[in-house]
Nanobody, 128 residues
Framework: QVQLVESGGGWVQTGDSLRLSCGFSGGTFSTYAFGWFRRTPGREREFIAA????????GYADSVKGRFIISRDNAAKMVYLQMNNLKPEDTAVYYC?????????????????????WGQGTQVTVSS
């Protein structure tokens, strides 16, 4: 019964920063890779950032590279998305996703169908 709960969304202005959090329960946190995705009306859920079980391998979408930072705290069982220099086009519902991996798998994953578990999302609105 893995559960993911996102928090930290809000209403901000262009150039502001937010940090999203993803709380994990129901499994062994260190065996999961995680990703962040976002969705706006009329579009498919879009990959934003992902990291491996150890946090040693990380990938970002070009649209957020240099502005967003994904990280994980295995002791706290938390995944974070630090969002800096926010733009109106960042407005979306942001989702945390988790994928359980065997010991030999050190990858990160960027596709929606790579993930088994999803949170309910948190709204981020960036005004112009």
């Amino acid at each position: 019964q893995v559960q993911l709960v996102e928090s930290g969304g809000g209403w901000v202005q262009t150039g502001d920063s937010l940090r999203l959090s993803c709380g994990f329960s129901g499994g062994t946190f260190s065996t999961y890779a995680f990703g962040w995705f976002r969705r706006t009306p009329g579009r498919e859920r879009e990959f934003i950032a992902a990291l491996s079980k150890s946090g040693g391998r990380i990938g970002y979408a070009d649209s957020v590279k240099g502005r967003f930072i994904i990280s994980r705290d295995n002791a706290a069982k938390m995944v974070y998305l630090q969002m800096n220099n926010l733009k109106p086009e960042d407005t979306a519902v942001y989702y945390c996703a988790a994928r359980p991996l065997p010991p030999h798998d050190v990858n990160f994953y960027i596709r929606r169908y790579d993930y088994d578990f999803w949170g309910q999302g948190t709204q981020v609105t960036v005004s112009s």
